[in-house]
């Protein structure tokens, strides 16, 4: 077996596993602290949950900080998201601190630190047989696109950066791809820190281009 290969299917895990277990010691004062802000400022409870398709589209359950607030209108109907969205929000999704709690699927095994970012179900029917492919590897709490643009560039190239990546695999790749996450986080770049984006959900996307569901949700589930 090829170095690429073996860490490709083997030593990337165990790097996930034992990268985030150490991680979640060391950060452990600071999530703490976090949660209890999150539940003083925000409410209960403390993490946002939601269903993400990982590896061969197998849903798992996301893990973050909860950003936003259960702010309701006279008819019991949630505020819009910008309404919704502190100041406290804004400056946990501007650090990424929001995404903290991500080291725990990296740790069950749901995700791990670098690869595609995990999107929605709901797009899922959407993407070509290529796009698919995306869904080879374990989804990432960094990747590729996140270092070239993150949310601020389209979804065609962000597939690109996406399929670039599970093509070519490897240590020295993942190497690079954290380092350069950590220097965007500290100097806040291509970060949309609010509810702005610069592209409409991926389902709208296709929509727009006539496109029409091209395989059911259920199977991937």
């Not at 998201?81 to 929000?89: I, N, P």
């Not at 095994?109 to 869904?135: A, C, F, W």
């Not at 790749?173 to 959900?201: C, F, N, P, Y």
Request: hydrophobic share 40%; proline share 5%.
């Amino acid at each position: 077996m090829s170095d690429h290969k073996f860490y490709r299917n083997v030593g990337k895990r165990i790097l996930d596993f034992t990268l985030s277990l150490v991680g979640l010691i060391l950060i452990s004062p600071v999530f703490v602290v976090l949660m209890i802000l999150v539940r003083v400022k925000l409410g209960s409870p403390v993490f946002f949950h939601q269903d993400r398709p990982g590896r061969n589209g197998k849903v798992f359950r996301l893990l973050k900080f909860r950003s936003m607030t259960d702010a309701k209108d006279a008819q019991g109907n949630l505020l819009p998201d910008e309404e919704r969205l502190t100041h406290f929000g804004r400056i946990l999704r501007s650090t990424s601190l929001d995404e903290l709690p991500e080291f725990l699927n990296i740790l069950r095994g749901d995700m791990s630190i670098v690869g595609p970012r995990p999107l929605l179900v709901k797009y899922l029917p959407y993407y070509t047989e290529e796009e698919m492919h995306r869904h080879d590897i374990r989804p990432g709490l960094t990747g590729l696109a996140q270092v070239n643009g993150r949310n601020t560039i389209g979804w065609e190239q962000r597939f690109r950066y996406d399929l670039e990546y599970v093509r070519n695999v490897s240590f020295s790749m993942d190497w690079r791809i954290v380092k350069a996450t950590v220097g965007k986080v500290v100097h806040h770049s291509d970060v949309l820190s609010g509810t702005e984006q610069t592209t409409i959900d991926f389902d709208l996307y296709r929509k727009q281009q006539g496109m029409k569901p091209i395989r059911k949700i259920e199977p991937y589930l």
